[in-house]
């Protein structure tokens, strides 16, 4: 029974990397940039709330509401007058700027909120329902149906919505979007708010199952992204299999050849996918701009 | 197009080349230490500069490079009687073969998804470094004996700094060479745009690889000379954020432009000093991610776009300011 | 053609470097390459100049991991030393002088660190350093600390490098993680029965240490592991190591790992409803640790390299608590406790040095033999000893607190 343990242990963890993955995805596709400090809206949501919560005194669900939107609001102003100001002039110069967001929440997150890792609450992560024989952690199953409600939703939203098609018209071209009356800046603060949202979702379930503190969310951020190279930064659902899928390959690694294994595992898929996809698939698909 | 040799122009680099000469013979300790990183930073950072200013791939690969030639250096240290030549020589070729290793990739994936895995790819090395540590001395590193030629050795801080100088010195040559030399060209035309360079005939893949060679020989130098510099190797000092160092003092001091890395290396080793001398050396980490962000929207040129245009308002008009092709903003 | 002349340049410059490299080999100074086991035992030459010593002072310097993931156990430790040093200097100073103490942040960072014990040397040219908390970023400043041989002062970072003759300017009084995991297989052993055990011990030599440690006891008593787990630093998922664990099914299960891996892993058991008993390192009785992880790790035993400052009945210990107490309104915490033996030590070498020299210093270092300070074992240096603490005691957490299960016991042969 442990395979199926480990099979929804590791869809919990690939759902977390889904949720992060989707808010970077949203984010590059409307903004064109990488935001390589998104791991941390998910840091900001759930340490701030251990803060107000467990410091303040305020109640839990108090705190996290305003956790969220405290991440919301840095995602927003940061797009607004960081990020907006500095993509089109310099190749890399949006990378740097999301890195320079990753460097001050990092280190202001430190120096207020104190460098020492805090356990968080569990949120059913330590409740187990027995299910004839099968032992099923609750908060797998909750991170489970969140992560695939919310890419569902997503996916749907994307294609069947109007305001889907106005994403998607941002994302193709911002400039002929707007030419048909589409009001991008709001589309790109929306996208940031619910990028922010999703990775405070993340954020605070990682947090129930682990613990946190100012770097928790980094190694996660780095396997979105990974699944992100995988499936594509201009797709949606590929990518988001892709991070599930990352999750069990994880679990079944570790447990079959051990947690040593995993780096060099992860890399391998990597290069296999690389080295064996067409190439149609691996094109970003922007060229034609000589 | 020639350029006009002027007797001026000729003078050019002796200026700043007798500068390095004097230099330590009127710092102390500490501060020779400090200019001698200042150097090494500057190879590094060149290095970064050929395969990101100027090849315009986004690499973040530039620690591990350094790190294999720290670490060959230390084992060779250890290990056997050879002299630096032979050090540096060694270094530069494991990390130009690992550095083509890194940017093959770039035969299929380009733009941001090479980024990601050039991320993966220092992972990688850090994980290497940790788990093979009988022969890496694992998360305490290596200590390094000193290298040298004879009886000249880096034990002499005076060696390390020279030593420095010369790779800082030898990295700029080539870089300026570079930019007039059909494969610079070539590289400012991949920067451009793939499709354009293709049309014209210039090997996209050819031309990744040989920027991530060049980033890569120039990386393991500047290895060889930290690790005979600091004294020991460790893993904490090749890390993502080792490299992301590299490219903030890159961006910041403007690239594409030589005296762009001279001038990022110069922010990263003496900002935090100034910090340091302060009294709140802890402010760096936080300021500097908020500096960061200023600079790029109020400067996007870096430092060196600021002396560019000073500099520009004292040139005589008609000269033959050559706007080099990798300034145009490229979309 | 440029392209042509580009590449005789590049020959060109090959051709010399190889020219010069196949040249003489280097020939390496003995004294240079760190010190060696050739280092002299220190006599005392009361007229010797060493630098950070004048008419009215002694200027020592500090560096440590203020800020980082080791911020929260150097700064507690810095606060108690300079607690402790202003306690001197307001009675009078040692050796008829003030103590000036220098502090600066590495960030946990080795090229920081290095970059600190130069400014330290050249700069600021102290006499000594002390103290200090974090051992990724102290490594780096050692090449540095051998070259200038100036005396570092029990640096809490626990290596199996450091307390040895190769580093012989650095006087150890913190156990490593051999030791630690030694004192408790074989507490665990002798004292409980257990009989069978798995161990999660970190990727690299950290890890390294404590399974050779652990198995000088197990190896003597003939049992072998159930399973080794080495877990990774930047694990997402406990999930299948806690399946593997429950596998072996061991009746104890060590863990060397960072507090936070270890603590989410003992969870990760907990939720899969395997129970066994639980060691860890010492690290595991900070109390930050118990406050957080506390509920799951009821009964985790760990090597202790601190005195129960709750529980023990030693003069020495309870007059340190109320000293605190007094001065700052507050209990101290273990990392208060290691920067005010950190002080402690510097301060008695200094007393009973006959001179106000680095030679003299170190002497007076080194004729420690059981010095009692009542919160760590007695600690013994020597002329070729620099690993001035090899014992250590258990202690079990037990509610929000931990209680001794065993003093202080020496460790080894």
Request: net charge neutral; hydrophobic share 50%.
């Amino acid at each position: 029974m442990s395979e199926l343990s480990l099979l929804i242990g590791g869809a919990a963890t690939g759902g977390v990397y889904a949720l992060l993955l989707a808010g970077i995805l949203l984010i590059y596709q409307v903004s064109k940039a990488v935001n390589f400090g998104h791991g941390q809206f998910g840091m900001i949501a759930a340490f701030f709330s251990w803060y107000l919560y467990q410091q303040l005194g305020l109640h839990p669900v108090i705190a996290i509401l305003l956790a969220v939107l405290t991440a919301v609001v840095v995602a927003i102003l940061f797009d607004a007058f960081v990020l907006q100001r500095t993509s089109d002039r310099q190749v890399g110069s949006d990378l740097v700027a999301t890195l320079g967001l990753l460097l001050l929440a990092t280190a202001v997150a430190e120096n207020v909120l104190g460098g020492r890792t805090q356990s968080y609450l569990t949120l059913g992560s330590r409740t187990v329902l027995d299910l004839g024989g099968l032992a099923l952690n609750l908060s797998d199953l909750i991170t489970i149906l969140i992560a695939l409600a919310s890419v569902l939703v997503l996916s749907m939203v994307r294609r069947r919505t109007r305001v889907g098609a106005m994403l998607t018209a941002v994302a193709e071209n911002r400039n002929v979007a707007e030419s048909l009356g589409i009001p991008s800046a709001r589309v790109r603060v929306a996208t940031w708010a619910l990028a922010a949202i999703l990775a405070s979702v993340a954020g605070v379930l990682v947090a129930s199952r682990t613990s946190v503190d100012a770097y928790y969310m980094t190694p996660f951020a780095m396997k979105a992204f990974i699944a992100g190279i995988l499936g594509g930064l201009n797709r949606f659902g590929l990518p988001l299999a892709f991070a599930f899928g990352l999750g069990v390959y994880e679990s079944f690694v570790v447990y079959l050849l051990g947690a040593q294994a995993v780096t060099p595992a992860v890399f391998t898929l990597i290069i296999v996918v690389l080295a064996f996809a067409p190439r149609s698939y691996l094109s970003e698909g922007q060229e034609a701009r000589a | 197009m020639p350029e006009r040799r002027s007797l001026a122009h000729r003078l050019r680099p002796v200026l700043p080349l007798a500068l390095l000469v004097v230099l330590p013979l009127l710092l102390d300790s500490f501060s020779l230490y400090q200019a001698t990183m200042i150097l090494i930073y500057v190879t590094a950072i060149i290095g970064l500069d050929i395969v990101f200013g100027r090849a315009g791939v986004l690499s973040v690969a530039q620690a591990v490079f350094i790190g294999i030639g720290a670490y060959a250096a230390a084992w060779m240290s250890r290990t056997t009687a050879v002299s630096i030549g032979v050090e540096l020589v060694v270094a530069a070729a494991i990390a130009g073969v690992a550095a083509i290793v890194v940017g093959l990739p770039a035969l299929r994936v380009s733009g941001l998804r090479l980024a990601i895995l050039t991320f993966a790819f220092v992972e990688l090395f850090q994980w290497v470094l940790t788990t093979f540590a009988s022969v890496t001395g694992g998360t305490q590193g290596l200590r390094v004996n000193p290298g040298g030629f004879g009886a000249i050795t880096t034990a002499d801080p005076m060696v390390g700094y020279w030593l420095a100088a010369a790779i800082a010195v030898l990295a700029t040559w080539l870089v300026i060479r570079l930019r007039r030399n059909p494969i610079g060209r070539a590289m400012a035309a991949v920067k451009s745009s793939n499709l354009l360079a293709e049309s014209v005939g210039v090997s996209t893949v050819r031309t990744k690889l040989t920027a991530f060679m060049l980033s890569g020989m120039l990386g393991g130098l500047a290895g060889v000379v930290l690790a005979h510099v600091a004294g020991s190797v460790t893993p904490a000092g090749f890390t993502v954020f080792s490299s992301l160092d590299l490219l903030v003092a890159l961006i910041l001091g403007g690239t594409g432009r030589v005296h762009g890395a001279w001038l990022g290396a110069a922010y990263v080793v003496l900002v935090p000093e100034v910090f340091a001398r302060l009294g709140i050396p802890n402010a760096y980490p936080v300021v500097s991610g908020a500096v960061l962000m200023l600079l790029l929207v109020a400067l996007p040129g870096g430092i060196a776009s600021v002396l560019d245009r000073v500099r520009d308002r004292f040139r005589p008009r008609g000269g033959h300011t050559l706007t080099p092709a990798t300034e145009r903003s490229s979309s | 053609m440029p392209r042509d002349r580009w590449l005789t340049g590049l020959v060109a410059t090959a051709a010399s470097l190889t020219l010069l490299a196949t040249g003489c080999g280097v020939q390496r100074d003995e004294a240079a390459s760190g010190g060696g086991a050739s280092a002299a035992p220190s006599t005392c030459d009361v007229n010797e100049k060493s630098p950070g010593v004048s008419d009215t002072e002694i200027h020592l310097g500090v560096t440590s991991g203020l800020s980082g993931p080791s911020a929260s156990a150097a700064k507690p430790a810095l606060d108690a030393q300079q607690w402790y040093f202003d306690k001197v200097n307001a009675e009078g100073g040692v050796q008829g002088r003030k103590i000036k103490l220098t502090v600066l942040d590495d960030q946990y960072q080795p090229d920081v660190a290095l970059q600190n014990v130069r400014r330290l040397v050249d700069q600021e040219q102290v006499f000594a350093i002390t103290g200090g908390v974090g051992t990724q970023n102290f490594v780096g400043g050692l090449p540095y600390i051998n070259q200038a041989k100036i005396p570092a002062i029990a640096p809490y970072a626990p290596s199996n490098q450091i307390g040895t003759m190769e580093n012989p300017y650095v006087y150890m009084l913190w156990t490593n993680f051999a030791d630690e995991f030694e004192a408790l297989t074989r507490f665990l052993v002798e004292k409980r029965n257990v009989k069978s055990f798995s161990i999660v011990a970190m990727t690299g030599d950290v890890g390294d240490d404590a399974l050779a440690g652990a198995k000088r006891v197990l190896d003597a008593a003939g049992i072998e592991f159930k399973t080794v787990v080495r877990s990774e630093p930047n694990t997402t998922d406990y999930r299948p190591i806690a399946e593997q664990l429950k596998q072996a099914n061991a009746d104890y299960v060590l863990f060397l790992a960072t507090p936070p891996d270890v603590g989410n892993a003992i969870t990760a058991m907990q939720k899969i409803g395997y129970k066994p008993g639980l060691g860890a390192q010492s690290d595991m009785l900070d109390a930050g640790w118990i406050e957080a992880f506390g509920p799951v790790a009821q009964g985790l035993v760990a090597p202790s390299k601190l005195a129960n400052l709750e529980t023990s009945d030693d003069a020495k210990v309870q007059q340190w608590v109320s000293d605190w107490k007094a001065a700052t309104g507050k209990a101290p915490t273990s990392w208060n406790t290691v920067g005010y033996v950190q002080a402690l030590v510097t301060v008695e070498a200094l007393k009973q040095a006959e001179a106000p020299t680095r030679s003299c210093f170190e002497a007076a270092l080194q004729k420690m033999n059981g010095l009692e300070t009542g919160v760590i074992p007695p600690i013994t240096f020597g002329p070729q000893e620099r690993q001035g603490v090899r014992a250590a005691g258990i202690e079990e957490i037990k509610g929000t607190g931990t209680v001794t299960e065993q003093p202080f016991t020496a460790i080894g042969n």
